[in-house]
C-alpha cells in the first residue's frame, strides 16, 4: 500500500509540474500565488485573491479553470447585487395548455470554479450567499437543497479595503477560505516579460492538463499523505500561540481581538500535504507549516485598537509567532 501511495504521489507531482508550466503561459511570474492557489485546490479549499486592480487576478482564475479542466462561472459583484443574482430563482411558466408552473433557473454559481471577481463591492447580505455554498456545497433554494458541480471551489478577488466602495467580509465567511493570498506587484524583470507577452498580435494560451474527476482523486491522495508528529504539533503550536484568549497566546492578548479557530489547524494540515507535494516531497516538514502561516492565518486574526494604534501589522505579529513557536520565520 505504502508503495502505492508512493507511485500516486510521485505521478500526480509530474501531472502537476505540467500544470504549472501550462498556468505560467498565460499567468507570468508570481510562482507564489501560483503555488498556493494549486495547492487551495488540491485541499478542495477556496482562496481569496487580494491585490489592487490590474494585476492579473482575474486571468490566473479563468487559466486555472482550463488547465485544471473545470466548468468555470463568473461572478461580478457589485453594491446592487442581489443573493438571487448568484443562487437563481423560481420564474412562473404558463405551458401552451394554459397550466402554470414553476421553473428554478440556475445562477452562476451551480459551476465547478467559481470566479467572485471583487467580492467585496458587494453587500455583506449579498456575500452571505456564499455561505452554504462555500461549506456544504449546496445551497438551499424555495425550501429545496441544489447540490452545486462536484469539485466545488471559489477563487475570490478583493480589492484592499481601504479602496471606497467596499465592504468587509463577514468574518464567518473569510473562515470559510483556505488561503488568503496577496497578489503584489511583479518585479521588473517579470513585468517586461509581461509587456512583450501580452501586447503581441497573438495571446498565449494554456492548454488542459487534468479533469474535474482527476482533481478529486488528487484530493484524496492529499488526505492520504503521512504527517509526522512533529509537524502536527507545530500546527498546534502555531495556531493556539494566535489565540488571545489561550495560556500559549496570553502574549498577545493586548495585541488581537481574536484569534484563528480549529479550521486553520484544518486549513494548515492540508495545506502542508500540498505543499509537500508540490515541491516533490512524500511528506510535510515544519518548514511548510512556518511558509504556511501567513496566508492561513491572517484572514482568521483581527488586531485590536491598541495593536493598530501602535502600527503593528498581522503579517508582522505572525512572523514573530512562528519563529518563537517553530524556530523559523513565516515566509515574506
Not at 445562477?107 to 450567499?129: H, K, V, W, Y
Not at 509537524?231 to 503550536?237: F, G, K, R, S, T
Amino acid at each position: 500500500m505504502a508503495q502505492e501511495l508512493i507511485g500516486q504521489i510521485e505521478s500526480l507531482g509530474a501531472r502537476l509540474a505540467e500544470a504549472r508550466v501550462s498556468i505560467n503561459r498565460r499567468f507570468i511570474g508570481q510562482e507564489k500565488v501560483v503555488d498556493l492557489v494549486l495547492a487551495a485546490l488540491l485541499c478542495g479549499g477556496h482562496a481569496l485573491l487580494v491585490g489592487l486592480p490590474g494585476l492579473g487576478k482575474t486571468r490566473l482564475v479563468d487559466t486555472l479553470s482550463t488547465v485544471m479542466g473545470l466548468q468555470g462561472g463568473r461572478i461580478q459583484f457589485t453594491p446592487d447585487l442581489m443573493p438571487a443574482d448568484i443562487l437563481g430563482s423560481e420564474v412562473l411558466e404558463t405551458a401552451a395548455d394554459g397550466s402554470r408552473a414553476f421553473r428554478f433557473i440556475e445562477g452562476p454559481i451551480f459551476c465547478q470554479l467559481l470566479l467572485a471577481d471583487e467580492i467585496n463591492r458587494a453587500s455583506p447580505r449579498t456575500q452571505s450567499a456564499l455561505l452554504q455554498a462555500m461549506q456544504e456545497r449546496e445551497v438551499t433554494i424555495a425550501g429545496q437543497h441544489r447540490p452545486l458541480g462536484r469539485p466545488f471551489h471559489v477563487l475570490a478577488t478583493q480589492n484592499p479595503i481601504e479602496q471606497e466602495g467596499t465592504y468587509p467580509l463577514p468574518e464567518a465567511q473569510l473562515d470559510r477560505f483556505l488561503f488568503q493570498i496577496d497578489v503584489e506587484y511583479p518585479d521588473r524583470a517579470t513585468e517586461r516579460d509581461i509587456l512583450l507577452a501580452t501586447t503581441g498580435a497573438e495571446d498565449l494560451q494554456a492548454h488542459q492538463v487534468l479533469t474535474g474527476a482527476e482533481l478529486m482523486a488528487a484530493q484524496e491522495v492529499i488526505r492520504r499523505m503521512p504527517v509526522g508528529e512533529t509537524v502536527v504539533e507545530a500546527i498546534l503550536d502555531l495556531v493556539r500561540a494566535c489565540r488571545p484568549g489561550e495560556p500559549e497566546g496570553a502574549a498577545l492578548a493586548d495585541s488581537l481581538s481574536w484569534g484563528p479557530g480549529p479550521r486553520a489547524a484544518q486549513a494548515l494540515m492540508l495545506a502542508c500535504r500540498a505543499r509537500a507535494l508540490l515541491d516533490g516531497r512524500l511528506a510535510p516538514s515544519v518548514a511548510d507549516v512556518a511558509a504556511l502561516a501567513r496566508p492561513v492565518l491572517t484572514h482568521r486574526m483581527a488586531l485590536n485598537f491598541a495593536a493598530r494604534a501602535r502600527g503593528d501589522s498581522l503579517s508582522g505579529l505572525i512572523d514573530r509567532v512562528a519563529g518563537r513557536v517553530l524556530g523559523l520565520e513565516a515566509a515574506a
